[in-house]
Structures are given as structure tokens and as C-alpha cells.
């Protein structure tokens, strides 16, 4: 074999290569849409026991949590979510409330928001007695459960939000049932001062190990994957943020818009400098601003209404620039 034609099967064989590269990152995974998860709402469900638990939060941190093994979505982590509702000050009603959702969703910089209520969570068995629940201390009166027996059934119903338009993508219902009849919670203890005073770790092996918590894991199992079938109809970017620039110092600019316009930690804006404003002769209303790239900005900590952030391109960025994502 000569030396040109070895050459001549190098340069085919780094062709070749570099067209692979090439067809690999077509084919790249998309980004994964970005949700949240509100509590879920509970107030339909017959209440048949006392004291704090929660069942709506419980679920919703199940939920979480099979949402992220799965990977189909990118979940916002929980202290984010509690921050923002916290400082929007949203009063229990208002949070399951589409519109609401989206405001929030907005500001968490998420694609889209999961809202969800819980529609059965007991036994199948409609004439279910809550007298045969007992709290004594120690926990849940394990003795008196026992006279309503049956399998465990739990419904659990989800939405998908649209937070650019509050627009319901999706709606889906995920049920689970024991695969053996017995005691609801059977003997698991439920706080120190009995069942009235205490609540219920849903994330727990002992939990689990009940028939509601095997009817409860298979209801939210169930909902995580039918919402992944609806992945695809959330949108795959936020709306448009625009802004102005406020301050420069150095490399460190401020802008005046922040979470409640969709901006987040890791963002990067364009900067504009408008050249010349076109206006209708007519009514002198403009019509189109005239604009040039100066730079770009990295968002690097965010609040309600303002962003600071470190150029990365371009130099001669000053006060009143435009800054947008597109």
C-alpha cells in the first residue's frame, strides 16, 4: 500500500468521524422541561384522622421525588418553591389556583407548574366507620382499626399549567390499590403523643409497608408516568423577558427585572443599544427600534424585581440598555 493512498484513508477516516460528531449532536436529548410541584389539595377526602398530617404535602414529596428517579423532568427542589410563596404571600386557596400557579411558575422561571388534588385516600369499601379509629398514645389503636377491614385505595389527580397563559395542558389521574387486605396504618406509630397529636413520614419504609402506603405509592407511580406522556406539550421556553439595564460596575451589571419575569440564576440576556427609533409619520407612534448587539450578561442571583449579573461579551455596556433572552 503506498504512502498516498494510507493518506487518502486517514483523511476518509477523520471524514467519516467528523460526520458522526456531526449526526450525534443533531441528535442530541432536548433540554428537560423545567416543573414545580405545588401541595396538593386534599379538602374533597373524608377526614378520619386527627391532629397535623398533611397527606397533601406527602404526596406532593412523593411525587417529587419518583418525578426526578424517572428523569423525565427537571424538578425545582422544594425550598425554592417555598421562598417564592412565602414572599408572594398566596393564601392556601389561591395557590390551587391556575392563574396563580402560572405567577408562580413565572418567577420560579419554570416551564411549567404541576397542581394536584387528592380525591380518595382509605379503604375501597364505602362504608368505611371512622369510629373504628383509635389514638391512644404511643400512636395509632392498632386494636380498634381492626374492625374495618379491606384493601386500601388511594386517586390521586394532577395539572399541568401552562405559566405563560395559566392554560390546563393536561390532566391526569394515577390510582393505586393494596394487593392484600388488613389494617390501614396497622401499627405504625404516629408521633410520640399519640395519633392526634402527631403525623405520618409518607417517605418511610413504615409507611410503605402499610396497605394505604403500598395503595399511596402505586396511586403517585401511576400519575408520574402518565404526566410524562405529557411532556411534550409544555412549551420549551418561557415567554420574552426584556429589561434595562440599571447599574454598571466593572464586569457586574444590575438589571431592573428579576424571578417575576422569569429570570433565574444561569440566564444569559442579550444586551441591545437602540441606534434609532422608527416612527409612523402619521401619529408618531413608534414602530420599530433600530437596535446593535453590545454584549451579553450571565444572570448570577436573582430577586422579585431585579437581577445582578457578570458581563461575558462585548464591552461599552452603559445604563439603559435593553437586555432580552431573544
Same mark, same amino acid.
Given at each position: 500500500?503506498t504512502?498516498n493512498?494510507?493518506r487518502?484513508?486517514g #483523511?476518509?477516516l477523520?471524514?467519516g468521524?467528523? =460526520?458522526?460528531l456531526?449526526?450525534?449532536?443533531?441528535?442530541?436529548a432536548?433540554?428537560?422541561?423545567?416543573?414545580?410541584v405545588?401541595?396538593f389539595? %386534599?379538602?374533597?377526602v373524608?377526614?378520619?384522622?386527627?391532629?397535623?398530617w398533611?397527606?397533601?404535602?406527602g404526596?406532593?414529596?412523593?411525587?417529587?421525588?419518583?418525578?426526578?428517579s424517572?428523569g423525565?423532568?427537571?424538578?425545582? @427542589?422544594?425550598?425554592?418553591l417555598?421562598?417564592v *410563596?412565602?414572599?408572594?404571600?398566596?393564601?392556601?386557596s @389561591?395557590r390551587?389556583d391556575s392563574?396563580?400557579?402560572?405567577?408562580v411558575?413565572k418567577?420560579l422561571g419554570?416551564?411549567?407548574i404541576?397542581?394536584?388534588? #387528592?380525591t380518595? %385516600?382509605?379503604?375501597?369499601?364505602?362504608d %368505611?366507620?371512622?369510629?373504628?379509629i383509635?389514638g391512644?398514645?404511643?400512636?395509632?389503636g392498632a386494636?380498634?382499626?381492626?374492625?374495618?377491614?379491606?384493601k386500601?385505595a388511594?386517586a390521586?389527580t394532577?395539572?399541568?399549567i401552562?405559566?405563560n397563559?395559566?392554560?390546563?395542558?393536561?390532566?391526569s389521574?394515577g390510582?393505586?390499590?393494596?394487593s392484600?387486605?388488613g *389494617?390501614?396504618?396497622?401499627?405504625?406509630?404516629?408521633?410520640?403523643?399519640g %395519633?392526634?397529636?402527631?403525623?405520618?413520614?409518607?417517605?418511610s419504609s413504615?409507611f410503605r409497608?402499610?396497605?394505604?402506603? @403500598?395503595?399511596?405509592?402505586a396511586a403517585?407511580?401511576d400519575l408520574?408516568?402518565q404526566?410524562?406522556?405529557?411532556?411534550?406539550? #409544555?412549551?420549551?421556553s418561557s415567554?420574552?423577558?426584556?429589561?434595562?439595564?440599571a447599574?454598571?460596575s466593572?464586569n457586574?451589571?444590575i438589571v431592573?427585572i428579576?424571578?417575576?419575569?422569569?429570570?433565574?440564576?444561569?440566564t444569559?440576556?442579550?444586551v441591545l443599544?437602540?441606534n434609532r427609533?422608527?416612527?409612523?409619520?402619521?401619529?408618531?407612534?413608534?414602530?420599530?427600534?433600530?437596535v446593535?448587539e =453590545?454584549?451579553?450578561?450571565r444572570?448570577?442571583?436573582a430577586?422579585?424585581?431585579?437581577?445582578t449579573g457578570?458581563i461575558?461579551?462585548?464591552?461599552?455596556?452603559?445604563?439603559?440598555?435593553l437586555?432580552r433572552?431573544?
Amino acid at each position: 500500500m503506498t504512502k498516498n493512498t494510507i493518506r487518502f484513508h486517514g #483523511i476518509c477516516l477523520a471524514v467519516g468521524l467528523m =460526520v458522526l460528531l456531526l449526526d450525534l449532536t443533531c441528535w442530541a436529548a432536548p433540554a428537560k422541561k423545567r416543573v414545580s410541584v405545588m401541595d396538593f389539595e %386534599f379538602g374533597t377526602v373524608q377526614r378520619w384522622w386527627d391532629g397535623n398530617w398533611d397527606i397533601g404535602k406527602g404526596i406532593s414529596d412523593l411525587l417529587v421525588d419518583r418525578l426526578i428517579s424517572e428523569g423525565t423532568f427537571s424538578v425545582i @427542589e422544594r425550598r425554592k418553591l417555598d421562598m417564592v *410563596l412565602a414572599e408572594q404571600n398566596f393564601s392556601n386557596s @389561591e395557590r390551587a389556583d391556575s392563574s396563580t400557579a402560572a405567577r408562580v411558575g413565572k418567577v420560579l422561571g419554570v416551564n411549567a407548574i404541576i397542581l394536584g388534588s #387528592i380525591t380518595q %385516600f382509605g379503604t375501597e369499601r364505602k362504608d %368505611f366507620n371512622a369510629a373504628g379509629i383509635g389514638g391512644g398514645r404511643g400512636g395509632l389503636g392498632a386494636g380498634r382499626v381492626g374492625t374495618r377491614e379491606g384493601k386500601a385505595a388511594v386517586a390521586v389527580t394532577a395539572r399541568l399549567i401552562d405559566i405563560n397563559t395559566g392554560e390546563v395542558l393536561a390532566s391526569s389521574t394515577g390510582r393505586g390499590q393494596s394487593s392484600r387486605s388488613g *389494617l390501614l396504618l396497622g401499627g405504625l406509630v404516629i408521633g410520640s403523643g399519640g %395519633f392526634g397529636a402527631g403525623s405520618v413520614n409518607m417517605n418511610s419504609s413504615q409507611f410503605r409497608e402499610t396497605i394505604l402506603g @403500598e395503595a399511596t405509592y402505586a396511586a403517585v407511580n401511576d400519575l408520574s408516568r402518565q404526566l410524562a406522556l405529557f411532556g411534550h406539550k #409544555i412549551p420549551s421556553s418561557s415567554s420574552d423577558i426584556r429589561g434595562l439595564v440599571a447599574d454598571v460596575s466593572g464586569n457586574s451589571v444590575i438589571v431592573n427585572i428579576g424571578r417575576a419575569h422569569g429570570l433565574e440564576a444561569g440566564t444569559t440576556l442579550n444586551v441591545l443599544r437602540v441606534n434609532r427609533t422608527v416612527k409612523d409619520p402619521a401619529t408618531g407612534k413608534p414602530l420599530r427600534e433600530m437596535v446593535t448587539e =453590545v454584549g451579553r450578561v450571565r444572570i448570577d442571583e436573582a430577586d422579585n424585581d431585579s437581577s445582578t449579573g457578570t458581563i461575558i461579551s462585548g464591552n461599552g455596556i452603559k445604563l439603559g440598555d435593553l437586555v432580552r433572552n431573544r
